[in-house]
Each structure stands twice: as C-alpha cells, then as structure tokens.
C-alpha cells in the first residue's frame, strides 16, 4: 500500500519531499507493492527522446498487487460490485477471492488459445465484470490488452486491432444500454471480414439468450473455455517496463495512437493516486460512472481501486434508464462513498430536474469527483448542493490518457476546492505554464499553456509502433517538457484551472476528438469536396461538433446532411457525429493553403465580433459570408 495524506501540512511536506528528492519520493511509495526482483533504480529519463523509465529491472505483476496480496486480509471482501441496466437483475458480488478464481481461469484460457506474453488481445465489450476478469487475465500473462471503447465503429475498431496487430478480440453478442439491446458481436464480424490477418480467434461473452451468427473456425464461448479452466495461474513476472496494455486516444493529426503504458510505474501511481485523492478508507464503496473503454475506467475502476484492496462499483447501464434518479439510486441502494462522474453527466441530470436526487438519500457520500472536461460554474454548484449536501468535497481531478493518473486535483479536506479549478498537483508533478515560446512563466494570476516538468511513475511511455510521433507530439513542442495540449490559467494562489485544449482536439462529453479524423471521415461521402471540423459550445456535451462542409454542386439538403452524419458514425462511431452542418461555399484559407481555424470556431460559437486580424487570407469575402449562412 502506498502512503495516505491526512492533512495540509502532510501534503505541502510530501509535495516538497517529491520535488527535491523524487526518486526518494517514489522509492518510498513503491516500497508497499510486492516485487519478485527489487529494482535497481528509481529513474531514467530523457524527455529530448521521449524517454522515462521506472523502478529499472523490478520485476512484479499488476495482478499479484490487485488480488493475490490481498487474499489473506480480504479474500471474502467485495472487490467488484456489479450493478445490471435492469434495476431488479441480481446484483453480482465477487469477493477477491472469486476474482482471484476467475481471472487465473480466464488467464489460462488464453494461454490455451495460444496467448503468450507481449501477444495482443482487444475487447469490445460492455460493462460487465467479464471486461475487468478478462483485461486482468491479460496483466496476469503478461498479454498486452487493449480495450475499445464499444461505441467505436466496426471501421474504427478495425483500425485498432490492425494497428495493435492482435491475436485475439474478446467481445460480447449483446450490449445492453438503457433500453437499447445492441448486437455488438455482429460489429466485430463485421470488422474482421474487413480484414484483421493478425487476429486467430474471437472470445465471445454471452450476455443475453439470444443467438448470433458463429464462425466455427474462429468463434469461442467464454462459459464454454473459460469455466472449465484451472482456477490456479501464476503470475508472470514481469519487468517493470514491459507492456501493460494500449489504449487508443485522438490527437489533432492522424489516425489515433496506441498510448502505452507499462506495469510499474502505472500500478504505483494509480495506487497512490487512487488513495490519496479519494481517500478511500478501508470497507468504503468506491464507483466511478466512466467505462472501461476510456483511461478511467482502467485507472479508477480497475487497477487504482483493486491495488487498494477497495471495493469498486461497477455499472452496466445508463444515467438515464429507466429514469433520470438511476445514478442517486444506485448511490443509495449500495451506499456509495465516493462517486466519480463527468461532468457533461453532471450537467444532463442538472437539466432533468432536482426531483430526481431529492428522492434519495445521498448523506454517505464523502467525496464527489469529477473528471474529463472542464466543470463549468453552475454544474460544479449543483453537485455540492444537491448530491454533496455542501459537505462532500468536489475533486476536479485533470489529467489524460497519456497521464496514466490524475495530476492535478484538490484531496478533500486537505487542500480547499474552488469551482472550476482543478487547483493543485498531487505530489511528484512539476507543473508549469509556458507562453508560446516556450519559458516559464513564474507569476501568478496569468494564463498559459501547461506543461509538466519532469516524469512521474505513470507518464505515456511512447505510441504502439511509432516513437517519433511520441516525441513530436509531446516532447518537442517545449523541449525538456512534456506539453499536455491544455491552456490553463493559474490563480493568485497557485491554484490551475485548465481551460481547455489548444490544439486541433475536440473535447465532446469528456471524449477526445480530433478535428482531422472527423474531417476525413466526412470526406469519404462522395458528394463532400472539403471539410473543416471545430468545436463549439454546447450546453451539455461541453463541446459539441461543428462541421464545414462544401460539397459537390453546392447541395445542401438534409438528406445530405443525414447521409454524412451516417458516414461518420460508419468511420468512426455515433460519438464522433456532428452536431451541425453548416455547407459553405468556401473556407477561409491563408496563403500558405492553411485554414483559419480560430476563425471558424468563433463563427460557429456566433461570436461575430471580435474575428480578429483576418488579412492574412487569401479569400476574406468569405468571411462575411461565413457569417450570414451562420445567422439564417
Ligand atoms: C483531456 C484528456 C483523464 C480522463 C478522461 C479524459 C481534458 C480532463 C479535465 C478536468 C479540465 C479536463 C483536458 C485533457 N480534461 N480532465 N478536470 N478539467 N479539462 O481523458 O480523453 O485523454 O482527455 O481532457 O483537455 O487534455 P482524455
């Protein structure tokens, strides 16, 4: 177990001890997690080649830390509790030890389909604890997993499972959303007739009584190979720096990338994390809403909750379903002490009416959190009054899927909170706000654009199959620092509040979108000759999706607009559609050929007014024009 913060003194010390000494720091942290191998040393690092290595030649397994250390002391403790979409299905509990069974059972099923350590396996699954037995049999090996988020198109999973060259999809026949019954096995048939020469076999949870089509040669039943399987596996050792998993996150060029994180310094830091910012005493119930498919849900469902030896809720359905109380229920019915949420689920439960948590009792919440985007004003206050009774603390937690962990956020009770500020870093983070060239900025009460100094246990470690693009995308921006993309603006006490994304990624709901990828996906609609993707403000998703769009003989009808909304959610899944259409008769454009992006994200906001320096462009009556299809 790592170390718990209790007061104000213990972090301003542990945050001045990390920054002095954080090899020490983190050596000390590390000390609580069972090693096979000590490591022989703390750090190596050289962000100039995107390079941070932790606790050098240890030798562990995530899974030793998550389960087996924790049978003696906990083995009948809940460490999953699953709560079904349907709120009369039985709930399922499954003690440390029935997890311990099922995960070693799981681990040598795939060890029988011929999954060896470093082998890639991708899931596609809803949330089910299967998803967590499964990804927990992978670290188990020593396979490397690598979750889709189950929203994601066939065409888009398909790209991953290419990318990741893996040998095995582990998927469920059926969904269930809310009163949605999805039938996902068909997306990943789907995506593999398209072509996935790496993948072998196809593991398919079943999760309804439905049928669904099956491919003899390729097609396995869990209940059929996972339950007969010997309940013992031992765990893998593992170096320190080997692979843990992948996971896929947008950026503001390309396709997306396989941000990969190793096994040692992730289970240290999402430990540390986990206990300090939640403060999670010992039989308290844990449950973060986010799925698994994003880095919460690995974070802070999984790994950070079960190395804590924790009790983490795990929900299959929807805020929503069958009514808008369903997170408050569940809160109530399992008696939740610290509830993690976006804060986009925030502002719909807002716009649904008090009603809904003024039915329940919430009194045994202790800490709220919230994470993914920025948490606008009215939103934050309506969490403190109306689930926190102004008692439990909201922890702003920022970070991102190449952070591994949280970085920035209050502790409750310990550092104050103020709305909309992630205020200040955990212990072990440097961070920095630079201007546009690149030097720190000292004082306080400015803005700037935020980077973070020096490595902490759980930083990105490079993108699957391409170190280049680690190093461009987050080294070379501000060599010697790693830049996060974020513009954050610092109080006159030192507290940050992030402000958002500057580069071209649209946060919609707290999911990342990059601009580029929507663009391409709109171009592959033969009636599109060009298109400009921004975001724009929306009132419950953050940001919405704003597309410009000319297109062929300037139609602009709505069945156009349908059919390129339905090319979108083909490419790349239902998330990534645009929330507007906007056809134009051209882009503004700069003599260099580059679009004016700042332009048109303030058309799109409707902000007319301040359009800046446009005299740069090579067509600026478009502007005007840009302007009056805006207003009718
Ligand atoms: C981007 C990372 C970290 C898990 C979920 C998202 C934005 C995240 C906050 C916050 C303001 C936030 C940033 C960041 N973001 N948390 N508390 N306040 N912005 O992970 O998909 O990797 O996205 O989400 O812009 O860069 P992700």
Known sequence: MTSQIKNYDEYVSAYKKSIEDPEAFWDQEAKGFTWFEAYSKVLNWDFNQAKSEWFINGKTNITYNCLDRHIKDRGDQTAILW???????????????????????????????GIKKGDRVIFYMPMVPELAIGILACARIGAVHSVVFAGFSAQALHDRINDAQAKLVVCSDYNKRGAKFIPVKKVVDEALNMGCPSIEKCLVHRNSSETVRWNWDRDIWWHHEVHKQNKTCIAERMDSEDMLFILYTSGSTGKPKGVVHTCGGYMVYTAYTFRNVFQYEDRD??????????????????????LNGATTLMFEGVPTFPDPGRFWAICEKHNVNQFYTAPTAIRALMAKGNEWPAQYDLSQLKVLGSVGEPINE????????????????????WWQTETGGILISPLPNITDTKPTYASYPLPGIQAVLVNHEGQEIIENEVEGLLCIKHPWPSIIRTTYGDHERCKNVYFSA????????DGARRDKDGRIRVIGRVDDVINVSGHRMGTAEVENAINQHPKVIESAVVGFPHEIKGEGIYAYII????????????????????????????????????????????????????????DFDSLGDVSTLINPEIVDNLIHSRKV
């Open 285 to 306: 119930i844990y449950w973060c809403t986010a799925d698994i498919g994003w880095i919460t849900g690995h974070s802070y469902i999984v790994y950070g909750p079960l």
């Open 478 to 485: 501000f060599p010697g620092m790693y830049f996060t993309g």
């Open 551 to 606: 297109s062929q003989n300037h139609l602009t009808d709505d069945n156009l607009k349908q059919e390129i909304i339905q090319t979108v959610a083909k490419e790349i899944g239902p998330i990534a559609k645009p929330d507007h259409i906007h056809f134009v008769e051209g882009l503004p454009k700069t003599r260099s050929g580059k679009i004016m992006r700042r332009l048109l994200r303030k058309i799109a906001a409707g």
């Open 83 to 113: 709560e079904p979409n349907e709120p009369n299905d039985p709930v399922r509990k499954i003690s440390y030890k029935q997890l311990l069974d099922e995960v070693c059972q799981c681990a040598n099923a795939l060890k029988s389909f």
């Open 378 to 397: 009215e939103a934050w206050h309506w969490y403190n009054e109306h689930i926190g009774y102004q008692t439990a603390p909201i922890v702003d937690t």
